[in-house]
Each structure stands twice: as structure tokens, then as C-alpha cells.
């Protein structure tokens, strides 16, 4: 079974631009989960789509946005971006029952560098 | 607000020298108890799941407990190949129909040969 793929791997943006992340799930996989990983805060979650549909929402600014088609892909856009905004992007897929939740399959991270 | 920390943030052993790393955390409604591995340059894998007190998983060297509050990976006779940041996470209620995952910053172990 192929595993969860992020595209691109790497990102060089200028503030005030804005960025798409692709995040392929794991086949039958209907729950996908977004992350923003930095050495200071660790991970942290900010969105998760079940069914196309936003089912929980981390505190992050409205600038973090996302969507989720109906063959389980997902993506997210950050607009305006800050220097802040550097960092490592992780997405998780998992079949999005409750009882399992944290039974997330990770792919490799998109890193997005802001200058 | 619901709390995971880990400790401690760094961890170095020598081949064969077991230690245990610890996840505390605080959240009402606790759904489950989760530990992942990351490499570097990786995303996490995904280790264990516990959901109750008194309960025990094992892989390998490894081995999650889990207390009322605390949970313990336990690594037996570690490897260099066991280097790696191990992660925590905690499910917990968060309202409505909704439940929410947690992660504390991880441990950085490191196994020397």
C-alpha cells in the first residue's frame, strides 16, 4: 500500500506571498490532518477534513485554510505569509473513526522556508 | 487546557543501557494515549495506541504503559538504530461531537554504539 505523499518537499517564498501544499491519503483513507512542526512549538495541529468536509480546527489564523476533494486529497493555502510561517508542514491520513483517531499515517513534511 | 510534556527533551544512552521516557499529561476526557517515532527529515510513524489505565503494548525493544496520569515508553536493551525523537500524543474531548489531538515536543534519544 502506498503511503501518504506531500508535494512539494520544499518551498522558498517571500512574505507577503501565498502557498499551496498537496497532500495525497493513503488509499481508503477518509480523514486527513494537517500540521505545522517548528523546533520551538513542536507539533501542532491545525486542521482535519473528513468527507470534504473541516470536522476540527486547531488556533490558528484564518490565513491557514484548507479544502478536501472527494477522492480523500487534500490541500492547504497559507495567504500573506510571515516569516513566522517557516516551517515544517506535515500531513496525516487515517480512516477518521473517533476510536482510532491517533492511529495517523504521517507523510515526509513539506518545508516551507519564508524569506 | 489540555497539557502533554514530555521528558526528558534529550536522552542519550549507550547500546544495551535501558531507560524509560516519560509523557504526563493533563486533559479531561481522555480517548487514548498514542506514541510515535520520527526520524529526521520524516514524518512521525505511528508506534502505540493505550487507552486505559493498566494497559500495556510492545514492539521489539519497546514497551508503552499507561497510568491515570502518565504514560512510559520503556526501551529494553536500545540499539542505534532506535535513535530517533519519540512523540506523544493525547485524544481528548473538545466539545460538541469532536475530539482533538494533542502532541508534546517528543524526547531526542540518542543510542551510542
Known amino acids: 500500500k502506498a503511503g501518504v505523499t506531500q508535494t512539494p518537499r520544499y518551498l522558498i517564498k517571500t512574505r507577503g506571498q501565498q502557498v499551496t501544499l498537496s497532500c495525497s491519503p493513503i488509499?481508503?483513507?477518509?480523514?486527513v490532518s494537517w500540521y505545522q512542526q517548528t523546533p520551538g512549538q513542536g507539533l501542532q495541529f491545525l486542521f482535519e477534513?473528513?468527507?470534504?468536509?473541516?470536522?476540527n480546527k486547531g488556533n490558528f489564523p484564518g490565513r491557514f485554510s484548507g479544502r478536501q476533494f472527494s477522492n480523500s486529497r487534500s490541500e492547504m493555502n497559507v495567504s500573506t505569509l510571515e516569516l513566522g510561517d517557516s516551517a515544517l508542514y506535515l500531513c496525516?491520513?487515517?480512516?477518521?473513526?473517533?476510536?482510532?483517531?491517533?492511529?495517523?499515517?504521517f507523510g515526509p513534511g513539506t518545508r516551507l522556508t519564508v524569506t | 487546557e489540555d497539557q502533554v510534556t514530555q521528558s526528558p527533551e534529550a536522552l542519550r544512552l549507550q547500546e544495551g543501557e535501558s531507560s524509560s521516557l516519560n509523557c504526563s499529561y493533563t486533559?479531561?476526557?481522555?480517548?487514548?494515549l498514542f506514541w510515535y517515532r520520527q526520524d529526521p527529515g520524516k514524518g512521525p510513524e505511528f508506534l502505540f495506541t493505550?487507552?486505559?489505565a493498566g494497559e500495556e503494548k510492545e514492539k521489539e525493544r519497546l514497551k508503552a504503559t499507561l497510568t491515570k496520569k502518565e504514560s512510559f515508553l520503556h526501551i529494553t536493551a536500545p540499539k542505534p538504530e532506535d535513535s530517533a525523537t519519540y512523540l506523544c500524543?493525547?485524544?481528548?474531548?473538545?466539545?460538541?461531537?469532536?475530539?482533538?489531538?494533542?502532541f508534546g515536543k517528543g524526547t531526542l534519544l540518542t543510542v551510542n554504539p
Open positions: 496525516a491520513s487515517s480512516y477518521g473513526d473517533y476510536s482510532r483517531l491517533g492511529e495517523q499515517y
Open positions: 488509499s481508503g483513507h477518509r480523514s
Open positions: 477534513y473528513f468527507s470534504e468536509t473541516q470536522r
Open positions: 486533559v479531561s476526557g481522555l480517548r487514548g
Open positions: 493505550l487507552y486505559s
Open positions: 500524543a493525547v485524544q481528548a474531548y473538545s466539545g460538541g461531537s469532536n475530539y482533538k489531538l494533542t
